[in-house]
């Protein structure tokens, strides 16, 4: 059963490192179908009969919680970038919004013959 648990292991952390490589070179098109197949690997592992022990020493050797949590801190920094861009487009579309809705003779807009 260790074998088992070993391989599907193995697929996660492959998948976990292509989740990486994907978010670093911005490919967030890719990212849906990695995130969806990880998902059936935890489900496969789930299914599998294993003991604690047994999963912690074979994640240990993969490195999969330094993985892990190098992939969470990358989706953090990317989704707060992507929120900063987000938050830019609203302010200068309200900008623009603002500026080519003004009704004419409003304080937006000054007279050069005063």
């Known amino acids: 059963m260790s074998k ?3 391989e599907e292991l193995h697929r996660y952390r492959a ?3 292509e989740l990486i490589s994907t978010m670093k070179n911005e490919s967030y098109d890719k990212l849906e179908k990695l995130l969806l197949e990880r998902e ?5 592992i ?12 074979n994640a240990e050797a993969l490195d999969i ?15 707060g970038e992507l929120l900063d861009k987000i ?12 500026y080519f ?5 409003s304080s937006l807009y000054f007279n050069k013959k005063v």
């Open 65 to 79: 919680v330094q993985h892990e949590v190098e992939l969470a801190k990358l989706m953090d920094k990317k989704r």
């Open 101 to 105: 809705n003004a009704a004419p003779g």
């Open 87 to 98: 938050d830019g487009l609203k302010e200068s579309q309200q900008a623009a919004r603002c």
């Open 4 to 6: 088992l648990l070993r």
């Open 40 to 44: 059936q690997i935890i489900t496969a």
């Open 46 to 57: 789930s299914n599998l009969q294993y003991s604690e022990e047994e999963f912690i020493n």
């Open 15 to 17: 998948k976990t490192l």
